[in-house]
């Protein structure tokens, strides 16, 4: 589906949320370091987890489809993976995933031989200068283009203090942590700045934990990593994800019931701010053990920081649009680097519908409406754009059409599936050319 035409109803029902996109990342990487065999359930073939998967197939992991999960929308995998990753593949294809580039890129300079790393879309010139910074300071030879991918790099890491700015990206730092625990000496990791996003460190530390490998956390100021440790094989399931939860959160509220399963309320995911921040808007959730159930309410404006949720940002801006008074977001200045500038993506298409939204340098002042007016917007080319506008439809007064509305298959190919599931009305719709 190129473009979506929604017919404003609300939405009300059960869902499963998806599994954690971070987390399978991370569970494909761990296993892929290990030794022997894992078995990793609960993973959905998103783009991103798609590029990852590739990614470790051209280090020599064998990564397989397990028999009975041909048909349903979560697999489950087999990973035999290897401690002496080998290039069997020279050129990996990143696609628009932020996470795959920087967390093979140091997995690549384990092998000392020449890797290519392309993209496409946004990923092509999204900042990468802390690891250029981390190659000229250790000797690896590396050439782009004007500072764009493709990028070819060759060296080999070694073990070393790393400093590394905490506020662009927590990715360079979890891309280092897998990879400094295999070299034959211990490493320090000195972060120079706030380290933002910290949860995403934390779900990185939670996950080579599993599979017995340790990192010392001094205070999200240094991290103390002892070498020759080893990545031991074992089964793991994949945890729902709470940055997809979100959006159904967000549509119970301004909807009907919806029960939210398959999430973990005991997670480290950052994103489970989300609970927290809608509970101080005003929103009515019953939670239990293994699921959430959102209530239809009425939310007021408050202030929002971002900085350890900046995946919320969009879905969070459609609430505020639609909750009483003013709702500042701030502390979101990363959001400008994602798949889209988000801040001005969400601007610009709420203004488009009738909202009234504001860009500051680093977030957005939103003064609240009762309803929306529909119309066309379009996604960015971004997954949570998409998604955000969808749930937004909810209270517009027209049909609401998204153009470029595949994009959710980044990270949730059936999002408009689930949305259809829940009493959402769409059609495709052709822009007559």
Not at 18 to 34: D, E, T
Not at 116 to 139: A, C, D, H, W
Not at 207 to 234: A, C, H, P, T, W
Not at 286 to 297: G, L, N, P, Q
Request: glycine content about 8%.
């Amino acid at each position: 589906m190129d473009n979506v035409k929604i017919t404003p109803s609300p939405l009300k029902g059960e869902i499963n949320i998806p599994p954690s996109k971070s987390l399978a990342h991370r569970a494909v990487i761990c296993a892929g370091l290990s030794e022997g065999i894992s078995n990793i359930d609960n993973i959905i073939y998103s783009e991103d987890i798609k590029a990852t998967i590739k990614g470790m197939e051209s280090f020599g992991v064998k990564v397989e489809e397990k028999v009975g999960n041909k048909d349903e929308i979560t697999k489950a995998l087999k990973v035999e993976g290897t401690r002496n990753l080998r290039v069997v593949d020279d050129t990996i294809d990143c696609r628009e995933s932020g996470s795959t580039i920087r967390f093979l890129i140091p997995l690549a300079l384990l092998t000392g031989e020449e890797v290519t790393f392309k993209g496409r879309g946004k990923l092509v010139s999204r900042p990468m200068n802390i690891y250029y910074e981390l190659f000229e300071s250790q000797g690896i030879s590396y050439e782009n283009n004007s500072g764009n991918l493709p990028l070819k790099v060759k060296g080999k890491l070694k073990p070393d203090t790393y400093k590394v700015k905490g506020n662009v990206s927590s990715q360079f730092i979890t891309g280092l942590m897998f990879a400094l625990p295999l070299l034959d000496g211990d490493s320090r990791i000195i972060v120079t700045t706030e380290l933002e996003s910290k949860g995403y460190v934390d779900l990185t530390m939670d996950s080579m934990k599993k599979f017995e490998v340790e990192i010392e956390n001094k205070d999200y100021k240094e991290f103390y990593i002892k070498g020759n440790q080893r990545y031991l094989n074992r089964d793991y399931r994949v945890e729902g994800d709470f940055s997809q939860a979100a959006f159904w959160i967000v549509a119970g509220i301004l909807g009907a019931n919806i029960k939210c399963k398959d999430l973990n309320i005991n997670s480290l995911q950052g994103d489970m701010a989300i609970l927290e921040i809608v509970k101080k808007m005003g929103a009515n959730l019953d939670i239990k053990e293994d699921y959430i159930e959102v209530k239809a309410s009425e939310t007021k404006g408050i202030v929002i920081d971002a900085s350890e949720c900046p995946d919320l940002v969009p879905v969070l801006s459609v609430l505020a649009a639609l909750s009483e008074g003013t709702t500042r977001i701030i502390n979101a200045e990363r959001v400008r680097i994602k798949e889209c500038d988000r801040l001005k993506a969400m601007a610009t298409e709420l203004n488009k519908v009738g909202a009234e939204v504001e860009e500051t340098s680093d977030g957005l002042i939103i003064k609240g409406k009762k309803s929306l007016k529909g119309g066309i917007v379009d996604s960015w080319n971004d997954h949570r754009i998409a998604m955000a506008m969808a749930v937004a439809s909810i209270k517009c007064e027209e049909p609401l059409i998204i153009t470029d509305s595949k994009a959710v298959k980044k990270s949730y190919p059936h999002f408009w599936e689930d949305f259809v599931k829940l009493g959402g009305v769409i059609n495709e719709w052709s822009m007559g050319q």
